[in-house]
T-cell receptor, first 112, second 114 residues
Framework: DVKVTQSSRYLVKRTGEKVFLECVQD?????MFWYRQDPGLGLRLIYF???????EKGDIPEGYSVSREKKERFSLILESASTNQTSMYLC???????????FGPGTRLTVL | GNSVTQMEGPVTLSEEAFLTINCTYT??????LFWYVQYPGEGLQLLLK?????DKGSNKGFEATYRKETTSFHLEKGSVQVSDSAVYFC?????????????FGTGTRLKVLA
C-alpha cells in the first residue's frame, strides 16, 4: 500500500514564525502536491512538484514556498506565518500517467 | 475556467436509505471525473472514477455515471451504512494542465444515523 505521511497531525504557531510542514511518500512517486482544505472552499492547490528540485505554483502560492531535495520528501514552508494561514494542509502523491492521488492524513495548523 | 460544483451538506440519512450527492462540472475538452472520500481524521482516498462519457465508476456499493450531456457525475448508493459517514469530494482532472492538476469541489458531509 502507498503510504503518505505528514510530520505532524496538529501544529500551533505564532504569527511571524517560519513553519515547515514535511511530507514523505514511500512508493517512488514522481509527483507530489500540497493542498489546503478550508470549510466551504474544498481543496485548493498550493504547489506541486513533478520531479526532484522541480516545482510549479498552484492556485494559491502566495505566502508559501516548497522544497523537494529528495524524491520521497516534499516540504511546505510558511516564511512568516499569518493567521489567515490557519487551515488543514494535505499532502498527496501520484505516479506519472496514473490518475489516482494518494493523500496523507493532514496537518491541522493553527496560527495565533 | 474549469470548475466543479457539488451540493452543499450536510446530508443526514438513516441507515439503509438511498443516497444521492449531486456533482456538476464545467470543463473544456474531456475531463476525467472522480469521487474521493475523507473519513474522520484521515486523508482523502479515491472512491471511484470515470474517464469518458457514459462510463460508470463503482466501488463499495457506490456508483456514478459520467453524463456529458448534463455535465454531471452524481454519486449514488442504494443503502447507506453508518460507516459511510464521511466527507465526499467530486473532482476532475484538468485536461488543459497536463497530468497533474485536479480541481476539487467543496465537499459534501454525509452523516448516517443508526
Amino acid at each position: 500500500d502507498v503510504k503518505v505521511t505528514q510530520s505532524s497531525r496538529y501544529l500551533v504557531k505564532r504569527t511571524g514564525e517560519k513553519v515547515f510542514l514535511e511530507c514523505v511518500q514511500d512508493m517512488d512517486h514522481e509527483n507530489m502536491f500540497w493542498y489546503r482544505q478550508d470549510p466551504g472552499l474544498g481543496l485548493r492547490l498550493i504547489y506541486f512538484s513533478y520531479d526532484v528540485k522541480m516545482k510549479e505554483k498552484g492556485d494559491i502560492p502566495e505566502g508559501y514556498s516548497v522544497s523537494r531535495e529528495k524524491k520521497e520528501r516534499f516540504s511546505l514552508i510558511l516564511e512568516s506565518a499569518s493567521t489567515n494561514q490557519t487551515s488543514m494542509y494535505l499532502c498527496a502523491s501520484s505516479l506519472t500517467g496514473r490518475y489516482e492521488q494518494f493523500f496523507g492524513p493532514g496537518t491541522r495548523l493553527t496560527v495565533l | 475556467g474549469n470548475s466543479v460544483t457539488q451540493m452543499e451538506g450536510p446530508v443526514t440519512l438513516s441507515e439503509e436509505a438511498f443516497l444521492t450527492i449531486n456533482c456538476t462540472y464545467t470543463a473544456t475538452g474531456y475531463p476525467s471525473l472522480f469521487w474521493y472520500v475523507q473519513y474522520p481524521g484521515e486523508g482523502l482516498q479515491l472512491l471511484l472514477k470515470a474517464t469518458k462519457a457514459d462510463d460508470k465508476g463503482s466501488n463499495k456499493g457506490f456508483e456514478a455515471t459520467y453524463r456529458k450531456e448534463t455535465t454531471s457525475f452524481h454519486l449514488e448508493k442504494g443503502s447507506v451504512q453508518v460507516s459511510d459517514s464521511a466527507v465526499y469530494f467530486c473532482a476532475l482532472r484538468d485536461p488543459t494542465s497536463g497530468t497533474y492538476k485536479y480541481i476539487f469541489g467543496t465537499g459534501t458531509r454525509l452523516k448516517v444515523l443508526a
